[in-house]
Nanobody
Framework: QVQLVESGGGLVQAGGSLRLSCAASGSISSINAMGWYRQAPGKQRELVARISSGGSTNYADSVKGRFTISRDNAKKTVYLQMNSLKPEDTAVYYC?????????WGQGTQVTVSS
């Protein structure tokens, strides 16, 4: 059984910061890419950031320069440091982990940025 547990979401004022964490646990020994997606009301789910097993990263244009994705392989955890948050960043953020054979989703964590 594999579970992804997300934490770090919450309410923050515009210009503030949050750090999301997503820890994988259970029967998973090999993790390839890890990423963060988000879905705002009335919008489709979109890729926010992705990090490969080798550490290469990709970001949505809307978050470049503000968000940083990182991972701790020993802890099987991926992080998303979000700085200079904007109201447009308000969404449910979902962690995604790709293993050799399967993909997994976190339960989602709400990020709300007030103006």
């Amino acid at each position: 059984q594999v579970q992804l547990v997300e934490s770090g979401g919450g309410l923050v004022q515009a210009g503030g910061s949050l750090r999301l964490s997503c820890a994988a646990s259970g029967s998973i020994s090999s993790i390839n890419a890890m990423g963060w997606y988000r879905q705002a009301p009335g919008k489709q789910r979109e890729l926010v950031a992705r990090i490969s097993s080798g550490g290469s990263t990709n970001y949505a244009d809307s978050v470049k320069g503000r968000f940083t994705i990182s991972r701790d392989n020993a802890k099987k955890t991926v992080y998303l440091q979000m700085n200079s948050l904007k109201p447009e960043d308000t969404a449910v953020y979902y962690c995604n982990v790709q293993s050799l054979w399967d993909g997994y989703w976190g339960q989602g964590t709400q990020v709300t940025v007030s103006s």
